[in-house]
């Protein structure tokens, strides 16, 4: 058994060593990043479909590598919470889009809510509520301008102590979104029993509105449940007119997706969307 064993580990070491090497340099390359403010976060609008203004944006994370090139968040989020930065990256992102929040309110004289996607793991690790609060004091950002979107993944960790810091980030003022709604494994019993505000529909089901007519019946369902518990509704990744005019239909309250704008760096979104509020 031991030879054989000895064979294996020789067959595969190779490989090993070469996925270990990559591993690292990500590591490194991430951490590097975070700690010299190379990582950048873009803005995409958020829609009021009563008013069909821009109320808010969702901030969404953006690295650049010269070797690596443009690296997905859905790639390296995924990684950093597998390597331990993800803790590190959420703080530098809330503080980042709290601050940008802050300073847009402050010149244009508006009342925009930015949302921050904080990682299951972050939000559960002890001492969240209170590094929220700091960056509340030192952004000076107004918390009724914050809202954050944790996936129903994190459902799976259901746990009393999750109720109680959302309850206490909600008591702060701040806005708790349930990101990618329907995709998780979550049961309705978690959902009402989840202390959320606002339900987003995941893009899969915004999808398929228009050429399935099993798909309208099912946003409508969702958004029927989510006023049944007095959630409001944002559907994610509206791409066409015709699936925004059934998410009208159908109360849905607010929207985003590239059929309005596609996430915007801070310049962009300084001069498209905010001269124009
Ligand atoms: P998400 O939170 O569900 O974000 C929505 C994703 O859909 C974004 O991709 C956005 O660019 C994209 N999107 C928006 N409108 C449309 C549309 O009309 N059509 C299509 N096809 N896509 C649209 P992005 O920026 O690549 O982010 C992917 C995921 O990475 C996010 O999904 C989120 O889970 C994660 N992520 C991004 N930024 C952060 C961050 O700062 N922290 C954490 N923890 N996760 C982040
Ligand atoms: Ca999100
Ligand atoms: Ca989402
Ligand atoms: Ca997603």
Same mark, same amino acid.
């Given at each position: 058994?031991?030879? /054989?064993?000895?064979n294996? @580990? ?5 490989n090993?060593?070469e996925?270990n090497d990559?591993?690292?340099?990500? %590591? ?11 990582? %950048?976060l ?6 009021d479909?009563k ?12 690295? @650049?590598?010269p #070797? ?14 597998e !390597? ?13 889009? !709290?601050?940008?929040?802050?300073a847009?309110?402050?010149? @244009? ?17 002890f ?6 609060r700091?960056?509340?004091?030192e /952004?000076?950002i ?6 954050? %979107?944790?996936?129903?993944?994190s ?5 009393e102590d ?14 708790i979104?349930?990101?990618d ?21 995941d893009?899969?089901f ?19 449940l989510?006023?049944?518990l ?16 059934v998410?009208? #239909?159908?109360? !849905? %309250?607010f929207?985003?997706? @590239? ?19």
């Amino acid at each position: 058994a031991k030879s /054989t064993r000895g064979n294996q @580990y020789r067959l595969y070491r190779p490989n090993m060593d070469e996925a270990n090497d990559k591993w690292l340099l990500l %590591e490194t390359k991430l951490h590097q990043a975070l700690k010299k403010d190379i990582l %950048e976060l873009h803005y995409q609008p958020k829609i009021d479909l009563k008013t069909d203004k821009v109320v808010g944006m969702e901030a969404l994370l953006r690295w @650049y590598d010269p #070797e690596l090139g443009q690296m997905p968040p859905d790639r390296f989020i995924p990684f950093a919470e597998e !390597c331990g930065l993800i803790n590190d990256i959420g703080v530098w992102v809330l503080k980042k889009a !709290c601050a940008q929040a802050r300073a847009w309110n402050q010149t @244009y004289n508006l009342n925009l809510r930015v949302a921050v996607n904080i990682s299951p793991i972050h939000i559960s690790t002890f001492g969240f509520v209170k590094m929220v609060r700091g960056v509340i004091a030192e /952004t000076k950002i107004d918390p009724h301008t914050l809202e954050i %979107e944790i996936t129903e993944m994190s459902m799976l960790d259901y746990t009393e102590d999750l109720i109680n810091t959302i309850e206490q980030l909600r008591s702060l003022g701040i806005t708790i979104s349930l990101d990618d709604f329907g995709t998780g494994y979550s049961s309705l019993n978690y959902l009402k029993k989840f202390p959320v505000d606002v339900l987003k529909i995941d893009r899969a089901f915004v999808r398929d509105i228009v050429p399935e007519k099993s798909g309208i019946a099912m946003i409508s369902a969702m958004i029927s449940l989510a006023h049944a518990l007095n959630l409001q509704v944002v559907a994610e990744g509206v791409e066409e007119e015709a699936e925004l005019k059934v998410l009208r #239909e159908h109360g !849905c %309250e607010f929207v985003q997706g @590239y059929y309005f704008s596609k996430p915007l760096s801070v310049e962009e979104f300084t001069n498209s969307i905010l001269k124009n509020v």
